[in-house]
C-alpha cells in the first residue's frame, strides 16, 4: 500500500526564505527549499542543473515539508504556521495539498545538484558522477528522509566530523535520517558507526544508502534517542546529533555513558534563537563547548566533558 503524504508549503519573496524556513523548521528540520537566487552553471557540474530552475524567477521562492497523511500533528502544524504567518504581515503564503510519496520521491530530484564540504563530496546516486582526485566520494538517495547535504544543519555537521573524527573510531550518528553523517564518517575511516532514528522509513533509507556505499561498517538501528542503542567496551570517540534544540536537550542526560574518555560531541540542527537553550542544558551535564560554527541562522556546537 501506497503511504500518502500532507505537503505544507509557503511561498514568498526571495528575501523572506529564511524567515519562512526558521518557523517552518519548528514543526520538521526536513525542509525542502527552492530558492533559484544562486541558481546557474556550475563549473564542473553545470550540464545536470535543470534548464527550468536556470530560468526560474530568482525574486521568489518556497519552503516544504512534508508529514503521514494520518499524522495527529497535522491539524495543529496548519493553524500554527497559518498564526505565525499572519503575524509577519501576509508576505508568506501557505497551501496545504495531499501528495503520495511516489510523486515527491522524484519530484525532488531536479534540485539535488552535487555538494562539497571539506574533502567530502556527496553525490546524487542515480547520476553516476565520478569525485575528483582526493576527495571522498559519499553517493546518497535520500528517499523520505532528512539530510541530502544541502541544508545548513548536514553541511555543518559534516565539517565537524571531518576536523574531529580521530582514525578507527567508533562513531554514533544520532537522528541519522538518511545516513549520511554515518556513511562520511566510514568513508574518513571510522572503524565503526552507529546510526540511530525513531523512525523506521530512515534507518531503512540509511542502510540502504549505507550499502549503496559499501559501507559494511555502519549499522542503521531504530531508536528513540539512545533507548536501543548498544553500549560498546571503551565508548564511542565521537558523536553527532544533528536534531533540534529541544531534543538535544533530552539526549544530554543519558548521553555520558556512552562516551569514550575524551570524546567530542557535535550538535547541529540549532537554530540561533535556541542556541542559549542548548549551552545551558550542555553546561548543566557537565560539558564544555569547544568550538561554534554558524551558518545563515543555523549553529553547531562541539562539545566535551569536563
Known sequence: ????????????????????????????PALVIEDHRDAGPDPLYGELVDESILSADKSRGSVAFYLPADSPEAPAAEVFLRERFAALGGGIVLTVTGRRSSEWEENWKKYYRPQRVGRIAILPAWLGEEPKDGEVAVRMDPGMAFGTGTHETTRLALSMIEDYLPANA?????????????????????????????????????????????????LCVQSDLLSAVERIPGGYQLVAANLVAEIIVRLLPALPAFLAPGAVCLFSGIIDKSEGLVRDALEANGFRIRRRELEHDWVALAAARG
Do not use: H
Open 1 to 28: 500500500m501506497q503511504r500518502e503524504w500532507i505537503e505544507f508549503k509557503a511561498e514568498t519573496d526571495s528575501a523572506l526564505l529564511d524567515t519562512a524556513a526558521a518557523v517552518m523548521s519548528r514543526i520538521e
Open 170 to 218: 567508533a562513531f554514533l550518528d544520532v537522528g541519522c535520517g538518511s545516513g549520511i553523517l554515518s556513511i562520511a564518517a566510514s568513508k574518513l575511516g571510522a572503524r565503526r558507526c552507529i546510526a540511530c532514528d525513531l523512525d523506521p522509513d530512515a534507518v531503512r533509507v540509511a542502510r540502504e544508502n549505507a550499502e549503496k556505499n559499501g559501507c559494511e561498517n555502519v
